[in-house]
């Protein structure tokens, strides 16, 4: 069948004239490209787009352009902005670029040479500014529209494609001028080649690295590297070294290999520190691996940290399937790290001369066996002559083992280790402790990475190297859930403490410390824990038992429950109940704190105590008590508007203490009481007026709420018990911040003691508005019973009988106190009388008497002090009675006034004259 000429036309059109026109466009295009990419027109756009994006300028040369097969670029200068004076940023004699334009069509990327020359770059700093940091214009941001993409696992090309890369980069030099110091590289060079065979897809993870087919890199091949470092507190000069090589060829027919190469460190290099020269560091890193990719096979030949020609870490090992399923095998040849070596070091490039450390560690024998999802670590970091110590603090290990092993098994890691310090010494504040010992057992599990944590096992012992016996002994168990939500308990099954075993392993300053705690016998603790973490609430739930032998409880139990309310920023005290059924003690808290603001915004506690002992046991130390104890106490409030209220019951109470004689027989009190956190101080003084001053009826008078029956004690000069108080009885009160304290009576000395009124106002808790009151009656209290306490012997001169009525206001002691009133001693001894007399008369040694100073020694005695007081000052009047020879030499009215003397300096002289 023939053609109709018109379709055999288009036939002609399509298949000949239409490829003809578009490869003539094509052509005609490509050389209008060639014609237009002109040597000066490149040099054109190159320092219009530098000038248009920098603040520098650049200079360069461009010669053979060939936008089909690549460029050279000549002489290249790049100078810095006005701000560094137009100083030269950086130079390079040639880039050069090779590439083939028509490969692609073909699917070929192929880059020839990608090359930069002798590249120099020179850093300044000027100003607080880098210039290199300067050279660039600042651009406005661009707001750019968020582009939600889907992840891909791969990208695919609709034609194959090779890639074809050489780089090289011959002879870089860096030079850097900082504020203090400057840094100079040259002679650096490095090259990279990589071929990719043609290829549709990138994998997009590691499965990307089995696309290459060769690759090649060398870092510094030259291996030395010429760096130099100077400012005025270090130096460091070449050669140092460095090198890096890695490659791989997998070309089919030729024998396959993976190489990689690395060292780097200081070679020998000289290094000077402050003006004084230390030997060099010998410091190296280095590593050697190889890969079989036919057999995919990994080998570790080495890998090295040393110095001073002592292998820190020495590892070697292999990995199979390093691709597939790996198979691990690692095992250290060699660790010995010398501490020593390291610290002039840094004592040199730090300037600390206050800390030290010193010794030798290891970590041999070291190995990781298997399967990445079944692998095994295990090894042991060992210890020597280990000193670490900073000014007056520091640790001396004599020797050091903790071995260790790790199995991860899926998604599950399981860890053992001990740490053992069989001897140890520690130094706090130039104190030296006696020989330590340490003992830690932990066996821990990560379940599901780590989800759960598993404490299977955590056992730690202190103890004394000399004896073998133990200061502290625990051991316990636990779980915690991390995820979704942290929580989880611990369980302390024992918890031992013994103070005899620890004594000897404490400093000097310590053992004072802990000497008066007097603690005979061991403590045994366990304890249970319980917490949760949530977004809306916390919780913490606590059970312990505890025996204190030493103190007579064998039973103490604690058990709390305590929520805090996120949210409401409130802590809920549900349970806090601390008690002992053999001592009849119980404590128990309950109640809320708002936590709003600072210290807390809100709260309601209730708080109990309860000590009943129907008989004498012992409470603390040698001291022993029985009775009655119950305080009931309500918090309420914040810092501004609470308050703290309640009572305080205290029936039939005998303390006791046989070694020092000391016994305190049958107290009572019933003290109601009240306390503003924030007092409502009106200003007005307590000590101007007050009802009870009026109002003394005893209709309207409180009955006594405290007794005690008698205070007893050593003597002071005799080793005997003796009473110093008895019947001693009043009212106590406490409210609105207010202390008082009315008719108090009791029997000390064969005397008798009478105070009518006690009162101490805490105001607005600043003490120059603190006020205190006293008005009290002693009468014929014997003071001569503290020598001898035989109440028979007739005594002639040593009792005292006074009244006092004082009153003040502002407890600032460093300055003069500002007190009144009146204090009256009408029945006095002799001894007591010069004794008081040495403050008012002495002054530098010097009786302020004069010639009368004769007649008060030789024929007067004192009779009486009337003691007058006024905003501090206090004016003295003493009577004086004449004795045998008092009608020869005597003073004027038989008396002697002081002129004024501040209240302080006056109880200080009569201190000092003891």
Not at 34 to 62: C, D, K, S
Not at 116 to 127: A, E, G, I, L, T
Not at 761 to 781: G, P, W
Request: charged share 25%; hydrophobic share 35%; proline share 4%.
């Amino acid at each position: 069948m023939e053609l109709k000429p018109t379709v055999t036309r288009l036939l002609k059109a399509v298949i000949i004239w239409i490829p003809l026109t578009l490869a003539f466009l094509v052509g005609i295009t490509l050389f209008a490209v060639w014609l237009y990419v002109t040597p000066w027109r490149m040099e054109q756009v190159i320092t219009t787009q530098f000038a248009a994006r920098t603040n520098g300028t650049i200079q360069l040369h461009v010669e053979n352009v060939n936008p089909y097969s690549g460029f050279e670029i000549h002489d290249i200068v790049i100078k810095s902005g006005p701000v560094f004076g137009e100083d030269i940023l950086a130079r390079i004699d040639v880039v050069r670029v090779k590439y083939d334009f028509f490969s692609l069509f073909l699917g070929d990327i192929h880059l020839h040479e990608i090359g930069v020359y002798r590249p120099r770059v020179y850093v300044q700093w000027k100003d607080g500014h880098w210039n290199i940091a300067k050279l660039m214009k600042s651009q406005p941001a661009k707001e750019e529209l968020a582009i939600v993409k889907e992840p891909r696992d791969e990208i695919r090309f609709p034609i194959h494609v090779e890639f074809l890369m050489n780089m090289v980069m011959e002879n870089l030099e860096i030079h850097v001028r900082g504020p203090s110091y400057q840094s100079t590289l040259k002679n650096f060079s490095a090259s990279a080649k990589i071929w990719i065979p043609p290829f549709k897809r990138i994998p997009m993870s590691l499965e990307a690295l089995s696309l290459l087919e060769r690759m090649q890199v060398d870092v510094n091949p030259a291996k030395t590297l010429d760096l130099s470092f100077y400012s005025d507190d270090a130096t460091v000069e070449p050669p140092l070294l460095f090198t890096w090589r890695l490659q791989f060829d997998k070309t089919k027919g030729e024998k396959q290999k993976f190489i990689s190469l690395l060292k780097a460190g200081t070679c020998g290099a000289p290094v000077r520190f402050k003006r004084s020269h230390l030997a060099p560091m010998n410091f190296l890193i280095s590593y050697d691996i190889q890969y079989d990719p036919g057999k995919d096979f990994l080998n570790l030949r080495n890998f090295t940290v040393s110095m001073k020609n002592r292998n820190w870490l020495s590892l070697s090992g292999h990995v199979k399937g390093v691709t597939s399923r790996q198979n691990v095998s690692l095992h250290m040849r060699e660790s010995d790290i010398r501490l020593d070596d390291v610290y002039p070091y840094y004592r040199a490039v730090t300037g600390d001369r206050k800390s030290i450390f010193r010794g030798s560690l290891s970590l041999y024998p070291f190995s990781v066996n298997g399967k990445i999802s079944s692998l095994d670590v295990k090894g042991v970091l060992k210890g020597r002559n280990l000193e670490f110590s900073r000014e007056e603090t520091g640790i001396q290990i004599s020797r050091m083992k903790m071995p260790f092993s790790a199995s991860k098994r899926g998604t599950d890691i399981k860890i053992n280790t001990s740490f053992y310090l069989p001897r140890f010494i520690y130094t706090m504040e130039r104190s030296r402790s006696g020989e330590n010992g340490l003992h830690v057992n932990a066996d821990i599990s990560l379940v599901e990475n780590m989800k759960t944590i598993m404490i299977n096992g955590l056992s730690i012992r202190h103890y004394d190297p000399s004896s073998g016996n133990s200061s502290l002994r625990t051991a316990m168990t636990g779980r915690v859930d991390v995820s979704p939500r942290v929580q989880g308990s611990l369980h302390v099954q024992s918890l031992t403490f013994d103070r005899n075993s620890l004594e000897p392993t404490l400093t000097g300053n310590l053992k004072k410390t802990l000497r008066p705690v007097k603690l005979r016998q061991k403590i045994h603790i366990s304890s249970r824990i319980g917490f949760y973490t949530g977004n809306v609430e916390n919780r913490l739930n606590v059970s312990m038992r505890s025996s204190i032998p030493d103190y007579d409880v064998t039973d103490l139990s604690l058990e709390g429950k305590v929520v805090q309310n996120i949210r409401e920023k409130r802590i809920y005290l549900e349970k806090v109940l601390l008690s002992s059924k053999l001592r009849n003690l119980t404590l128990s808290c309950k109640g809320m704190l708002e936590l709003k603001s600072e210290p807390f915004s809100d709260s309601d506690i209730l708080l109990k105590v309860r000590l009943d002992s129907p008989q004498m046991k012992p409470v603390y130390d040698d001291w022993k008590m029985s009775g009655l104890v119950v305080i009931d106490t309500r918090i309420k409030g914040d810092l501004e508007n609470g308050m703290a209220s309640g009572k305080i019951l205290i029936e039939d109470v005998n303390v006791q203490d046989d070694e020092s004689r000391t016994s305190v027989e049958s107290v009572y009190l019933d003290f109601p009481f009240q306390y503003w956190f924030t007092p409502r101080y009106s200003g007005e003084s307590l000590l101007v007026f007050k009802k009870s001053d009026i109002i003394n009826n005893r209709f309207f008078q409180e009955k006594d709420n405290f007794r005690i029956k008698s205070i007893n004690s050593r003597h002071p000069v005799r080793d005997m018990q003796f009473e110093y108080l008895k019947g001693l009885s009043g009212r106590i009160h406490f409210r609105d911040n207010v202390l008082e304290i009315n008719s108090l009576r009791a029997y000390v000395l064969n005397g008798s003691l009478y105070g009518k009124n006690l009162l101490f106002n805490l105001a607005d808790m600043k003490t120059r508005n603190m006020e205190y009151r006293l008005i009290m009656d002693i009468s014929n209290i014997d003071i001569a019973m503290l020598d001898d306490p035989n109440p028979n012997k007739k005594r002639k001169g040593t009792e005292v009988s006074m009244n006092a009525n004082l009153s003040g206001r502002g407890l600032d002691f460093s300055r003069e106190l500002d007190m009144k009133g009146s204090v009256h001693i009408y029945k006095i001894g002799d001894k007591f009388a010069r004794q008081l007399l040495t403050g008012l008369n002495e002054e530098q040694g010097k009786s302020k008497l004069g010639i009368g100073q004769v007649a008060v020694d030789n024929s007067l005695s004192v009779e009486s002090f009337d003691f007058n007081l006024d905003s501090g000052l206090m004016y003295t009047t003493v009577h004086f009675q004449r004795n045998l020879f008092g009608y020869t030499i005597s003073v004027k009215d038989e008396e002697v006034k002081y002129e004024r003397m501040p209240v302080q300096k006056f109880l200080r002289k009569v201190r000092e004259g003891e």
